[in-house]
């Protein structure tokens, strides 16, 4: 290759800065002068817009399916994303969801748009699921509802409506929530902060220091961000008391209850995980509920999830629900529509239903078999430490309650993958790897 020729160098004022322009094997090459001798490439009105952006860490949770699938190691073990596995490592596909999928290949014959709050019938069907049968907000029809892409797609289609209502209003979140809360609600515009919530020395929820932070610091107006049931990330559930007692702030303080309830259905059972919102329901004017069928129908490609507002009259409703609507109207317009076509047909079919019901109890009670296990094979690795709170917590996560350290001995060491924050999903677990995950937390103990 010939060796670039600098056949010339200019100096001139452009833009009120010295530029010099230096013709390199006949090309024009523009660089400002900054101090002595550092040349830095001269845009001049065309500076990309891309290039000063700061690079974004891996999400916490994503990337570990990522380093998962890369790590050549046969006896790795996954237990990062929060997806529900089998005895063989495998997410299945719900027998009942098959069934419901096939129906729809055979009747479905247009896919038109749908709505910009999706399927009118899904809704319904999803209020109940929530709120339960013969709720009284749905009777009086105080609820605006809308079909969301997943969960996630909930909680952002409420929060973009808070702001709407309350600009930069305050959400309160538990210390720790799942990570993507924090992401969801800035992008939004709301305002965050934090109310303690699990006690890392008890490994339960510190309700006394929940209420008094909720009790002296949060304001009328503000949300208090709560999980309907199966905490993620520690396991740890508010009881019915306490669920009843943040009913009674929020009604004394004017606080706006936020429930995000991902796990229906995973801890107790599809009504029991859903007695605390129920029960705080019926006790405030006001309330927001991001709903997900992506862990109890198994959907969670197909992103399918409900935002409900509850609101003091039917006629707020109306306009709190055309308010959802523009704002999904002005992000992606209307949401997809298999997911939720799925969960309605299997909903409106009582023998659809009765399967889907039955295999959600299968999955629910192996991952408290799971608990059960995973507290008896540590105490056989020879771990001296008391893991019994592993079967007290509900849902697919528990925290082990090691440090960073440990936590990168055991990515690293020993093939096992967890969120940083110590969350492992037991779900991940299975007969042969449970053992050798005893092993692992025994040696980095
Ligand atoms: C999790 O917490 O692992 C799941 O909710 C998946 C996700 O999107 O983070």
């Known amino acids: 290759m010939m060796p670039a020729l600098v056949s010339k160098i200019l100096l001139k004022y452009c833009e009120k800065q010295l530029l010099s322009i230096v013709l390199l094997s006949g090309k024009a090459y523009t660089f400002s002068?900054?101090?002595?001798?550092?040349?830095?490439?001269?845009?001049?009105?065309?500076?990309?817009?891309?290039?000063?952006?700061?690079?974004?860490?891996?999400?916490?949770?994503?990337?570990?399916?990522?380093?998962?699938?890369?790590?050549?190691?046969p006896n790795k073990v996954d237990l990062g994303l929060g997806v529900y596995k089998d005895e063989q490592g495998h997410t299945p596909i719900m027998r009942a969801v098959v069934a419901a999928e096939q129906r729809l290949l055979d009747l479905e014959d247009t896919k038109t748009y749908v709505g910009m709050a999706?399927?009118?019938?899904?809704?319904?069907?999803?209020?109940?699921?929530?709120?339960?049968?013969?709720?009284?907000?749905?009777?009086?029809?105080?609820?605006?509802?809308?079909?969301?892409?997943?969960?996630?797609?909930?909680?952002?289609v409420i929060c973009d409506f808070i702001n709407a209502a309350k600009p930069a209003a305050k959400v309160w979140v538990g210390k720790p929530t799942w990570a993507n809360h924090h992401a969801i609600i800035k992008s939004a515009g709301l305002t965050l902060a934090e109310f303690p919530y699990f006690d890392a020395a008890t490994h339960s929820v510190d309700f006394a220091a929940m209420m008094a932070t909720l009790e002296t610091e949060a304001e009328a107006g503000d949300l208090v961000l709560v999980h309907g049931c199966c905490h993620n990330p520690s396991g740890a559930d508010l009881n019915l008391e306490q669920w009843r007692a943040l009913g009674e702030l929020a009604h004394k303080k004017g606080l706006i209850p936020f429930v995000d309830i991902a796990y229906q259905g995973m801890g107790?059972?599809?009504?029991?995980?859903?007695?605390?919102?129920?029960?705080?329901?019926?006790?405030?004017?006001?309330?927001?509920?991001?709903?997900?069928?992506?862990?109890?129908?198994?959907?969670?490609?197909?992103?399918?999830?409900?935002?409900?507002?509850?609101?003091?009259?039917?006629?707020?409703?109306?306009?709190?629900?055309?308010?959802?609507?523009?704002?999904?109207?002005?992000?992606?317009?209307?949401?997809?529509?298999?997911?939720?076509?799925?969960?309605?047909?299997?909903?409106?079919?009582?023998?659809?239903?009765?399967?889907w019901l039955a295999e959600l109890a299968e999955v629910r009670q192996r991952i408290?078999?799971?608990?059960?296990?995973?507290?008896?094979?540590?105490?056989?690795?020879?771990?001296?430490?008391?893991?019994?709170?592993?079967?007290?917590?509900?849902?697919?996560?528990?925290?082990?309650?090691?440090?960073?350290d440990q936590v990168n001995s055991l990515v690293n060491d020993h093939s096992v993958y967890l969120v940083g924050s110590s969350r492992i999903n037991v779900a991940g677990l299975n007969d042969t790897n449970m053992a050798n995950f005893a092993k692992a937390v025994a040696a980095v103990l």
Request: hydrophobic share 40%.
């Open 33 to 73: 002068l900054l101090g002595k001798a550092c040349l830095q490439p001269y845009f001049g009105e065309k500076r990309p817009m891309f290039e000063s952006l700061p690079s974004v860490p891996a999400d916490p949770i994503l990337h570990l399916a990522v380093m998962h699938r890369e790590d050549t190691n």
């Open 118 to 156: 999706g399927w009118a019938r899904y809704n319904q069907l999803l209020a109940d699921v929530v709120l339960g049968a013969d709720n009284q907000p749905m009777a009086e029809c105080r609820v605006a509802i809308a079909q969301t892409p997943g969960g996630t797609g909930a909680l952002r």
């Open 268 to 355: 107790d059972g599809m009504e029991e995980d859903a007695a605390g919102l129920r029960l705080v329901a019926s006790m405030v004017d006001e309330m927001v509920i991001a709903s997900s069928c992506s862990k109890n129908f198994g959907l969670y490609r197909e992103r399918t999830g409900t935002a409900l507002v509850i609101t003091k009259a039917a006629e707020h409703a109306a306009v709190v629900q055309g308010q959802m609507n523009g704002v999904i109207r002005g992000n992606y317009s209307m949401p997809p529509s298999h997911g939720a076509l799925v969960v309605q047909t299997i909903l409106e079919d009582p023998e659809l239903k009765a399967d």
């Open 368 to 404: 408290a078999r799971l608990r059960s296990e995973l507290v008896q094979a540590l105490q056989a690795a020879g771990v001296k430490q008391d893991f019994s709170f592993i079967e007290r917590q509900k849902g697919m996560f528990s925290f082990l309650g090691v440090d960073k």
